[in-house]
């Protein structure tokens, strides 16, 4: 059975889940884009001159972010793919 043959609940479903593993990604993309500017604009004004461990903390930090974001995408999408393969193996 293809994917177009699934009931609509079931359609619905899975496009609810793309899209909001797709806003989820997003709001990481978001957050690290807003600590790796902090961080580096901590480092550049020279008056927070006391506060660079602080601008280094939130540029390793948006990197972090940046990858547990990427890894939850790709995996929350191959588990929806798999679970789609299933429903699809179901309905045989």
């Keep these: 059975m293809k994917e177009d043959e699934l009931p609509l609940n ?8 793309y899209l909001s593993n797709e806003r989820s990604m997003l709001a ?5 884009m807003v600590f790796l ?3 580096f604009a901590i480092l550049k004004i020279e ?3 006391n506060l660079i461990v602080i601008g280094y903390v939130f540029i390793i ?9 990427l890894i939850r995408f ?7 793919k ?4 299933n429903i699809s193996k179901e309905r045989l």
């Design 10 to 17: 079931d359609l619905l479903t899975v496009e609810m889940t």
């Design 28 to 32: 990481y993309m978001r957050t690290f």
């Design 37 to 39: 500017s902090s961080g």
């Design 74 to 80: 790709f995996s929350v999408k191959r588990n929806v």
């Design 82 to 85: 798999e679970i789609l393969k």
């Design 61 to 69: 930090l948006s990197l972090l972010i940046l990858v547990l974001g």
């Design 47 to 49: 008056y927070l001159n």
